[in-house]
């Protein structure tokens, strides 16, 4: 693999001082290390250099009356089209047509969201980040293959016959009867809170972070990364939710059309677009409360924990935003500027013992940030 690091587009990998784990990742992660490689060059390449081709056109946009209706306006047609679509995938019930929509949804939020990180971004650092998303893309498509997974550890931990057991009282309490928009966003209101306290405890349990660091990794917030998670988490996750979500359960197409506006709101969560939201700031957790919530800075990263909903963080006292400020684009783990961005070394990562050495800045890196910072420019402090 030694060749494809030379050649410039391999991603960092775990430090020389942590020997054990860099063999494992470099001989026992190279069908996953050639597989980021391959994605790099066939898919990632070729896309990026057609996006380059908007980044002339962004600055055109710049100031103009467009950019600022579509600022305005992205985020609630969005959700409009969102709900609208949902709905018609399933007039007709489950089908086939349902299902065969649900999995393009992600072609085609990638489609509609990657040209307009080009032309409106937050921050041009962001528009590129080497082959982080060739990492990204297996990550997704591994995440699917981890919630079969938890599935069957569900069943092997007996919860499959308490979900059951609960099932008919969450139908029987369920209001069916209410407006399906109304219902739509009841649930996931409902979930969001119980994601909450699960997204908390990730940021306060010391061994919960250690999972869920692989998410905090990331360098750069765009589109696609929101879905890069441990295995895990992915698992621990989905035992945390089967018991409670059981007593919520509306019908499957109410739930279905739920699950496309998490992912459209998802987009708005990590997405590179300046967006101006206002007050929908105060509803959603999005644009800048998760610009926050990556910060290096543990005092400010540790906040936001909504996963679709902010209201949870008001009520709880987690809410984080500061009156006439717009965040930085320095994010990722303040203490650990070397943890592993390959897909290997974020799968073992979790399981080094002493990861506050083996990850922790340089010398050379720590004396970097004890410099003073520009004017204008917060100061930072690394998280944990």
Not at 82 to 110: A, D, R
Not at 270 to 284: K, M, R
Request: proline share 6%.
């Amino acid at each position: 693999m030694a060749g494809l690091e030379n050649m410039g587009q391999s991603n960092r990998k775990m430090p020389a001082r942590a020997r054990m784990a860099r063999f494992m990742e470099t001989w026992l992660g190279a069908p996953l290390n050639l597989l980021e490689f391959t994605l790099h060059w066939v898919l990632v390449q070729p896309t990026r250099w057609i996006m380059r081709h908007l980044d002339g056109l962004s600055y055109k946009l710049e100031g103009t009356l467009l950019r600022k209706i579509i600022s305005n306006t992205l985020l609630p047609f969005t959700l409009i089209l969102s709900l609208w679509v949902g709905f018609k995938l399933v007039e007709n019930g489950i089908t086939s047509f349902t299902l065969l929509g649900f999995v393009l949804l992600p072609i085609v939020f990638g489609l509609y969201c990657a040209p307009f990180e080009r032309l409106m971004p937050y921050s041009r650092n962001w528009l590129e980040g080497g082959n982080d998303t060739a990492v990204d893309i297996i990550m997704y498509f591994s995440g699917a293959f981890w919630s079969g997974i938890s599935k069957l550890i569900v069943g092997a931990l007996f919860i499959v016959g308490m979900v059951e057991f609960l099932e008919p009282y969450g139908h029987d309490y369920w209001p069916t009867h209410w407006n399906p928009v109304v219902q739509v966003f009841l649930f996931i209101l409902i979930k969001d809170f119980f994601r909450y306290w699960f997204h908390r405890a990730l940021h306060e349990v010391p061994f919960l972070w250690r999972i869920h660091a692989a998410h905090h990794s990331v360098e750069r917030l765009y589109w696609l990364n929101g879905i890069r998670a441990h295995p895990l988490e992915i698992i621990s996750q989905a035992i945390f939710y089967a018991i409670p979500l059981a007593l919520v359960q509306p019908t499957a197409e109410i739930a279905l059309v739920a699950i496309i506006l998490q992912l459209s709101i998802g987009i708005f969560q990590h997405s590179n677009i300046d967006l101006n939201l206002g007050w929908w700031e105060y509803i959603f957790s999005i644009g800048d409360n998760h610009r926050y919530h990556h910060y290096p800075d543990k005092g400010v990263g540790d906040s936001n924990y909504g996963g679709e909903f902010i209201v949870w963080d008001i009520l709880f006292g987690t809410f984080h935003k500061v009156k006439g400020e717009r965040p930085h684009d320095r994010i990722g783990i303040g203490t650990a500027p070397e943890y592993p961005m390959t897909v290997a070394g974020l799968y073992l990562a979790p399981f080094l013992p002493n990861q506050k050495t083996v990850f922790a800045p340089s010398a050379d890196e720590t004396a970097e940030d004890a410099i003073e910072p520009a004017a204008g420019q917060p100061a930072l402090h690394p998280a944990e």
